[in-house]
């Protein structure tokens, strides 16, 4: 029987909740304020902490950092005001393993309660570490990759529309369908449009479909996306690309949830939530007339910026060994990792396509190695000259030559080999004079290496 500590310093609420669980089965304790329940807590055995954020004294915060302090392994979950999105976003980044807002809902209580302890079994120090660095497909573990985490946590049951800003190749519809992923919308449809991909014409039919007979070539009724994701998400890419014809019926649709299809003449009502991504400042194309003010402020509800990879470069090692690792499998080869240059390389590297960049140069990396390691031929010219072609000031010494003494002589030699070999474009005569060696040497040493 699972033992939880409920806290909160109205009496009635207390009476009520110990009441509830016990009904369900949960042993339970009850304290009042911050003193009772470490008191309490120091006593028992607890599975579970319940706890009021707003308490007489010492908030429901410092509980959870005191029991976050004497044991990290049991999960705290949070009851704050309703509507208090930022109490609960920063409960969830002191590590809160999920929220409640008031009035409580019993069922929805119960729900959050099992699913945490169902889901706060023994982990190992590598399973754990793989859930913080790679969480719905989002691989990092800056600051900012975790206060993102923590949002998706906190918004992804509420109904509230989200807007995710950032530049291209960033992760944006990533963070879309992780907040899909973790709401309880994720058994119904996940739909994303790109407003930029479809002609000005064609949007109204691809959001709210179409009637038969609506127009020449309308033979049968087809359902638009805002139908398709009824009960889902509807992920609306590069919304600031809408034109503002359209505008007008997608606010429409976000203030009666119905719409019309093109040559319909009865509303259809859908209950998808609607996620919206630009890489533009929408608050200028406000000001340029070039967005409906009232849409913006209907759609950024819940703001979410995705920082560039620029500003997040202490995730590059783990993205790296995660693309490593995936186009390794797709192209049958055995990469073990990045020579020390290259990381150098890609860490100074400015990159202004973002993940996406660094993901092309990665699989154009894999693709072109013919070592267990990706060396500095490896990558595009833009990048290895950032090592290569860098001299430190204060000794005229170019940076990454020193770094060869780490390297075996075999290394060094497989790598002299490659470097004449692309030099003159594989052509083994030209390279073996390069090298001082005949052809047949070469040859030789290409066959140990596996380069033939």
């Not at 509980?63 to 609960?88: C, D, F, M, Q, Y």
């Not at 975790?146 to 995710?164: C, F, G, Q, Y």
């Not at 997040?312 to 499998?329: G, M, Q």
Request: charged content about 30%.
């Amino acid at each position: 029987m699972e033992r939880i500590l409920v806290v909160d310093d109205e009496r009635n609420i207390l009476r009520m909740l110990n009441r509830f669980l016990t009904q369900e089965g949960f042993k339970v304790e009850t304290a009042r304020n911050f003193e009772e329940a470490t008191s309490r807590f120091q006593e028992g055995d607890f599975d579970l902490i319940l706890t009021d954020m707003k308490l007489p004294g010492r908030s429901g915060l410092e509980i959870l950092g005191w029991v976050k302090e004497r044991n990290p392994e049991v999960p705290v979950i949070i009851i704050t005001a309703h509507g208090s999105i930022e109490n609960a976003v920063e409960a969830m980044k002191g590590g809160a393993a999920n929220y409640l807002t008031k009035p409580i809902d019993p069922e929805e209580m119960l729900a959050i309660i099992r699913h945490t302890l169902m889901h706060n079994q023994p982990r190992t120090k590598e399973s754990l570490s793989v859930q913080e660095e790679d969480q719905y497909g989002i691989i990092g573990r800056s600051r900012a990759i975790k206060d993102i985490l923590a949002t998706i946590e906190i918004v992804s049951n509420s109904r509230a529309n989200v807007l995710i800003t950032g530049e291209s190749g960033t992760g944006k519809e990533l963070v879309a369908r992780a907040i899909h992923q973790a709401s309880t919308r994720r058994g119904n449809p996940f739909v994303a449009i790109n407003c930029a991909a479809i002609p000005a014409e064609l949007m109204e039919n691809e959001l709210f479909g179409h009637e038969a007979g609506a127009y020449t070539g309308a033979i049968a009724q087809e359902k638009g996306k805002v139908e398709i994701a009824d009960r889902g998400t509807l992920f609306l890419d590069e919304i600031g690309e809408m034109p503002l014809n359209m505008q007008v019926k997608l606010l429409r649709f976000l203030q009666e949830k119905e719409f019309y299809r093109i040559g319909g003449t009865r509303p259809v009502r859908s209950d998808c939530r609607i996620i919206a991504a630009t890489n533009k400042d929408l608050e200028e194309e406000v000001a340029a007339g070039n967005f409906r003010e009232d849409l913006y402020y209907r759609l950024n509800v819940i703001p979410i910026k995705v920082p560039p990879l620029r500003e997040r470069r202490e995730d590059i090692p783990l993205l790296v060994e995660h693309f490593l690792r995936k186009y390794s499998e797709e192209n049958h080869k055995f990469i073990r990792g990045v020579d020390q240059r290259v990381m150098d390389a890609l860490m100074r590297y400015p990159w202004p396509g973002n993940i996406r960049e660094l993901e092309n140069i990665i699989e154009r990396a894999v693709v072109f190695a013919s070592f267990e390691t990706i060396v500095l031929d490896d990558l595009p010219r833009k990048l290895s000259s950032l090592v290569t072609e860098t001299t430190d000031s204060t000794t005229g010494k170019t940076e990454g030559i020193a770094d060869l003494s780490g390297m075996t002589l075999a290394e060094l030699e497989r790598i002299a080999i490659v470097k004449a070999l692309k030099s003159e474009n594989w052509n083994q005569t030209r390279a073996a004079r390069r090298l001082g060696i005949t052809r047949r040497q070469l040859r030789t040493k290409m066959v140990k290496y596996k380069l033939i």
